[in-house]
């Protein structure tokens, strides 16, 4: 399973945090590699201890621990970071240490070597703390430790365990750790890996074909979306991939060939379809009802238990929870867009079918949404999405299939693309060429 970092925050080894991290260890199989930060290393890094590092660097003497930990930090195959949250300092400081030590950009020299890299091996951070409630703190640091991960070392994957509510007087605390315990014991470090002949497909076409007139729009696409995946569908305009959409929601009817979501094809999908959530094209709502409303329109629809919540939490995760109340005549294009968003992920469905979700959305959210899109699939959710904005794409899929003019011309991993020494966009671009010149 490769290494492990383990960055030790936890104040004392009977520590609630340090109970629920050794949950999290105890599900490694590989070699675990434990860094001590609460002993004021990190965590109290004064400007003169900085000083002290940088002037160290210059002087080429590397026999500073916190050099070690800096490589460390990109050798990992895994990080795992525990930390009480109103160990406020504690995010800060990492940051601040890293930048200092010019790991970030990234770019560090260490041992004269002049290593360089541009992303930290690590494809998983976990963190994991005790929390408060709704307290400001715990997000800011949470936020923090999330884009540290993903928009610092490139690392995708990010799962939080928070015990919380520890702080609230009357607490059950012996309640809110073993609820915690429950989350880890569910978790697990590997995406699970299948045998060639056994694939895990959510969706999965075979010579797939849609005519329009004596155009196929899908010409024999053969596509195949893993469980876990983030499936990024690449094509110019008019390329075919709302077409292949609209074909697995069952939402025009197929002229040759097969596809099956969730192992149903034909008139079975129609059971599975509450599984999905989707946006396809631009979203359409009822402009005289408000976003709740419209929300809880889809939510009686899919027959979802708890419409209340979950109507709530997608408006809240889009960043419309302030405005539920408002008609929907009354939004801008991008607010129209994100309330897309959210009635697709109303009710966190296990796979998620998004057209180009990012359209009129301002270049925060962008960011906002593609961190939740990364959230969901550490949790579990497939995805299938198409955009171009390919720099995007790169920082959120880990597969790609490439459609041209209706046919499917290659499907890729993310490792693929790399191993040619590639962007996503540059691939693309080569691909594309190769297609017209053939
Ligand atoms: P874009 O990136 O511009 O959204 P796309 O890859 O999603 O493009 P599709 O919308 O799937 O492309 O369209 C594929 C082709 O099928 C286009 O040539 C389009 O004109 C044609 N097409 C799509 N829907 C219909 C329809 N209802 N009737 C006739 N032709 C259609």
Request: hydrophobic residues 40%; aromatic residues 8%.
């Amino acid at each position: 399973m490769g290494k492990l970092l383990f960055l030790n925050a936890c104040f004392t080894d009977d520590s609630r945090t340090k109970v629920l991290a050794d949950a999290v260890l105890k599900k490694w199989d590989g070699e675990i590699e434990e860094v001590i930060l609460n002993d004021g290393s990190i965590k109290a890094l004064t400007k003169e201890q900085l000083d002290k590092r940088m002037q160290l660097q210059e002087s080429g003497d590397f026999s500073d621990d916190m050099f070690k930990y800096a490589k460390q930090f990109v050798d990992a195959d895994v990080v795992v970071i525990a930390a009480p949250y109103w160990d406020m300092s504690f995010p800060a400081a990492l940051k601040n240490y890293i930048e200092q030590m010019n790991v970030s950009g990234i770019t560090f020299d260490m041992n004269g070597e002049g290593v360089i890299t541009t992303k930290c091996k690590a494809d998983r951070m976990v963190y994991i703390t005790t929390a408060g409630t709704n307290n400001a703190d715990f997000t800011y640091g949470m936020d923090y430790m999330k884009s540290l991960a993903r928009d610092f070392f490139g690392i995708k994957k990010f799962n939080t365990f928070k015990a919380e509510g520890l702080d609230v007087e009357g607490a059950d605390v012996d309640a809110i750790i073993s609820e915690t315990l429950a989350k880890i014991e569910k978790f697990s470090f590997v995406t699970k890996t299948v045998n060639e002949g056994e694939e895990d497909y959510i969706v999965e076409s075979k010579e797939l074909t849609k005519m329009y007139g004596n155009y196929a729009a899908n010409n024999k696409v053969s596509l195949h979306v893993r469980k876990g995946s983030i499936y990024g569908l690449i094509g110019r305009n008019g390329a075919g991939k709302s077409t292949f959409m609209r074909l697995l929601l069952g939402m025009t009817p197929i002229n040759e060939g097969e596809i099956s979501v969730f192992g149903k094809t034909g008139n079975e999908m129609a059971k599975v379809r509450n599984r999905i959530g989707f946006i396809i094209e631009n979203p359409t709502f009822y402009n005289y009802m408000s976003a709740y409303q419209n929300l809880k329109y889809r939510a009686d629809l899919i027959g979802l238990k708890n419409p209340d919540a979950a109507i709530k939490e997608a408006l809240q995760k889009v960043g419309l929870l302030d405005k539920m109340k408002n008609k929907v005549k009354g939004f801008s294009l991008g607010q129209k867009q994100l309330l897309g968003i959210a009635n697709a992920i109303l009710g966190n469905p296990e796979l998620l079918v998004l057209d180009e979700p990012t359209n009129g959305l301002d270049p925060i959210k962008i960011v906002e949404i593609r961190n939740m899109l990364l959230d969901m699939n550490a949790n579990g959710t497939t995805i299938l999405i198409s955009s171009h904005i390919l720099g995007e794409m790169g920082k959120l899929c880990s597969c790609y299939g490439f459609i041209l003019d209706g046919k499917l011309i290659r499907e890729v991993t993310e490792e693929e693309v790399e191993s040619e020494a590639l962007d996503v966009e540059e691939f693309f671009v080569e691909m594309a060429k190769g297609g017209q010149d053939a």
